[in-house]
T-cell receptor, first 112, second 113 residues
Framework: DGGITQSPKYLFRKEGQNVTLSCEQN?????MYWYRQDPGQGLRLIYY???????QKGDIAEGYSVSREKKESFPLTVTSAQKNPTAFYLC???????????FGPGTRLLVL | DAKTTQPPSMDCAEGRAANLPCNHS???????VYWYRQIHSQGPQYIIH???NNETNEMASLIITEDRKSSTLILPHATLRDTAVYYC??????????????FGQGTILTVHP
């Protein structure tokens, strides 16, 4: 089945620790995105990538880093510089028309 | 991207049509209207999109007014599984906001038995 997978479903971070969230897609999409969602709020864009080896900051990139070494993969690292990392993280991808974005199931990050 | 306004919540009886309104009075000519929904603790799901003509797919219908300042998403026979937050988004995919979707608060649709 084609789609987007995110792992893990739940992730716990200790103070001062970097953690990496995985996002993989087999839709052959060029563009991929990371969003953050806080309780009762809409989604906010963290980073996006239009093509392999290229990515751009979104609205709330501080404290996060990404890489795009392969078309299928767009991992997000939540660094220790992100002081309020507890949130629901969503990865998405879109195809040639850049119109419709398809989302993964999300990763919920909690701070211990 | 143009801003959208949606009611914070709506109720619907199971089996009846759910009509979700969206106001986008500042929409520009090359911006599409998209609808997504998000069931609790899941990723958003694409429903439908349109530019100026009405659109229908297996999930829903989208009615866009002639002046394009508002639209209505119609779920023809709502089920309990349609309970979700519905987001109306106006977006120009080929513009400078490249692929960025601006999600507002959306409408919480609750379908009752």
């Amino acid at each position: 089945d084609g789609g987007i997978t995110q792992s893990p479903k739940y992730l716990f971070r200790k103070e001062g620790q970097n953690v990496t969230l995985s996002c993989e897609q087999n839709l052959n999409h060029d563009a991929m995105y990371w969003y953050r969602q806080d309780p009762g709020q809409g989604l906010r864009l963290i980073y996006y990538s239009q093509i392999v080896n290229d990515f751009q900051k979104g609205d709330i990139a501080e404290g996060y880093s990404v890489s795009r070494e392969k078309k299928e993969s767009f991992p997000l690292t939540v660094t220790s510089a992100q002081k309020n990392p507890t949130a629901f993280y969503l990865c998405a991808s879109s195809g040639p028309g850049l119109e419709t974005q398809y989302f993964g199931p999300g990763t919920r990050l909690l701070v211990l | 991207d143009a801003k959208t306004t949606q009611p914070p919540s709506m109720d619907c009886a199971e089996g009846r049509a759910a009509n979700l309104p969206c106001n986008h009075s500042t929409i520009s000519g090359n911006e599409y209207v998209y609808w997504y929904r998000q069931i609790h603790s899941q990723g958003p799901q694409y429903i439908i999109h349109g530019l100026k003509n009405n659109e229908t797919n297996e999930m829903a219908s989208l009615i866009i007014t002639e002046d394009r300042k508002s639209s209505t998403l119609i779920l023809p026979h709502a089920t309990l599984r349609d309970t979700a937050v519905y987001y109306c988004i106006v977006h120009n995919a080929g513009g400078t906001s490249y692929g960025k979707l601006t999600f507002g608060q959306g409408t919480i649709l609750t379908v009752h038995p």
